[in-house]
T-cell receptor
Framework: DAGVTQSPTHLIKTRGQQVTLRCSPKSGHDTVSWYQQALGQGPQFIFQYYEEEERQRGNFPDRFSGHQFPNYSSELNVNALLLGDSALYLC?????????????FGPGTRLTVL | AQSVTQLGSHVSVSEGALVLLRCNYSSSVPPYLFWYVQYPNQGLQLLLKYTSAATLVKGINGFEAEFKKSETSFHLTKPSAHMSDAAEYFCAGLDTGRRALTFGSGTRLQVQP
């Protein structure tokens, strides 16, 4: 059983560009959360998707948007990239049932904005 | 709103020594609490979780943590450190309303031979 997978592994963009990151959840999980981890810091919650809708959102600007597909996979889009968007972006999946509290993380996508 | 504080950004121990990583939480109700480990250039791996059952929680790789409501603490311990334990450790609490994890700033554990 594959765990949470993310693509690409690394990405380099320039300021002002747009980027799309992808995540496939663990089998049996229907909820996907995205986190941003800046260098030397703990992950920060961006938003969460369930039933193809954004269910919750952290303190991130509208430049950060997402999508969830019928197969539960998800995308994170960031527009008008800033240098400060350079970070490791982590995707986490969880089930919606009794074990909803346990989130499994993917390996992350390292985004560098030049 | 829930917050999680990790005391000590860096902890260094000798191989075979006790590991103690500190975490305090702030919440009006007993939360769900977690410890995650992150190895260089990797994602987060769950070590253990507290979900209001037993206050002493055992996890993988010989780690355990004790939930102390009176101290609002959830410290992580391991009796004997191994070189392979060198990594970044994050304490996190789950905001059950948002179903989102709130992380501490992390503690980097170094294990000296």
């Amino acid at each position: 059983d594959a765990g949470v997978t993310q693509s690409p592994t690394h990405l380099i963009k320039t300021r002002g560009q747009q980027v799309t990151l992808r995540c496939s959840p663990k089998s049996g999980h229907d909820t996907v959360s995205w986190y941003q981890q800046a260098l030397g810091q703990g992950p920060q919650f961006i938003f969460q998707y369930y039933e193809e809708e954004e269910r919750q959102r952290g303190n991130f600007p509208d430049r950060f948007s997402g999508h969830q597909f019928p197969n539960y996979s998800s995308e994170l889009n960031v527009n008008a990239l800033l240098l400060g968007d350079s970070a490791l972006y982590l995707c986490a999946s969880s089930p919606s049932g009794a074990n909803y509290n346990e989130q499994f993380f993917g390996p992350g996508t390292r985004l560098t904005v030049l | 709103a829930q917050s999680v504080t990790q005391l000590g950004s860096h902890v260094s121990v000798s191989e075979g020594a006790l590991v103690l990583l500190r975490c305090n939480y702030s919440s009006s109700v007993p939360p769900y609490l977690f410890w995650y480990v992150q190895y260089p250039n990797q994602g987060l791996q769950l070590l253990l979780k507290y979900t209001s059952a037993a206050t002493l929680v055992k996890g993988i790789n010989g780690f355990e943590a004790e939930f102390k409501k009176s101290e609002t603490s959830f410290h992580l311990t391991k009796p004997s450190a191994h070189m392979s334990d060198a990594a970044e450790y994050f304490c996190a609490g789950l905001d059950t309303g948002r179903r989102a994890l709130t992380f501490g700033s992390g503690t980097r554990l170094q294990v000296q031979p």
